[in-house]
């Protein structure tokens, strides 16, 4: 199985800020990785698809990178309505796996 | 659009089986898609359960395949599934989804959810 470690755990900021968030892998998953928001309440919504690939709708300050093991979510500035929980997820003979989450919290 | 509608019993008791359906509209379940069972506890991350195609293929999670059964209803434009012999800690939000493509690797749509509470 193919574990993926997100970091930190929770991030504090404010609405203008850049946020960077990072998802480890502890095998190779090529680009196959996806980065999903959820908000309290809500299904996970897909951002970002093959490592830097915006999903139909995601405004431009979510961006993705990275390839093998270690990836990168970034929101270049803030917006109230992007303070949510993030999850990394990859998909691998085994199946998928999520990360556990980063919160992104108003600080 | 393609949108995904969990429906099932809120409450199931210990040793009992979860039984859910996802159904399918503003699309066909036939397409070129695999249909996934996701599931969230309390306070906690997601998990995956299982994947199935229209031809009835499945794909489940190691740590849960031994309970675990998937099945479509071509028919009917839904998909199902049923998780036996549980206990509190199968008590989550089950979400279904559809994977982007036969070959995807991440879900683009998904249910709201529907909440099972495993208690006697």
């Known amino acids: 199985e193919i574990v993926l470690t997100q970091s930190p755990a929770t991030l504090s900021l404010s609405p203008g800020e850049r946020a960077t968030l990072s998802c480890r892998a502890s095998q190779s998953v090529s680009s196959y990785l996806a980065w999903y928001q959820q908000k309290p309440g809500q299904a996970p919504r897909l951002l970002i698809y093959d490592a830097s690939n915006r999903a139909t709708g995601i405004p431009a300050r979510f961006s993705g990178s990275g390839s093998g093991t270690d990836f990168t979510l970034t929101i270049s500035s803030l917006e109230p309505e992007d303070f949510a929980v993030y999850y990394c997820q990859q998909r691998s003979n085994w199946g998928y796996t999520f990360g556990q989450g980063t919160k992104l919290e108003i600080k | 659009q393609v949108q995904l509608q969990e429906s099932g019993p809120g409450l199931v008791k210990p040793s009992g089986t979860l039984s859910l359906t996802c159904a399918v509209s503003g699309g066909s379940i036939s397409s070129s898609n695999w249909w996934s069972w996701v599931r969230q506890p309390p306070g906690k991350g997601l998990e995956w359960i299982g994947e199935i195609y229209h031809s009835g293929s499945t794909n489940y999670n190691p740590s849960l395949k031994s309970r675990v059964t998937i099945s479509v209803d071509k028919s009917k434009n839904q998909f199902s599934l049923k998780l036996s012999s549980v206990t509190a800690a199968d008590t989550a939000v089950y979400y279904c989804?559809?994977?982007?493509?036969?070959?995807?690797?991440?879900?683009?749509?998904w249910g709201k959810g529907t909440t099972v509470t495993v208690s006697s």
């Open positions: 989804a559809r994977v982007n493509g036969v070959n995807g690797h991440y879900m683009d749509v």
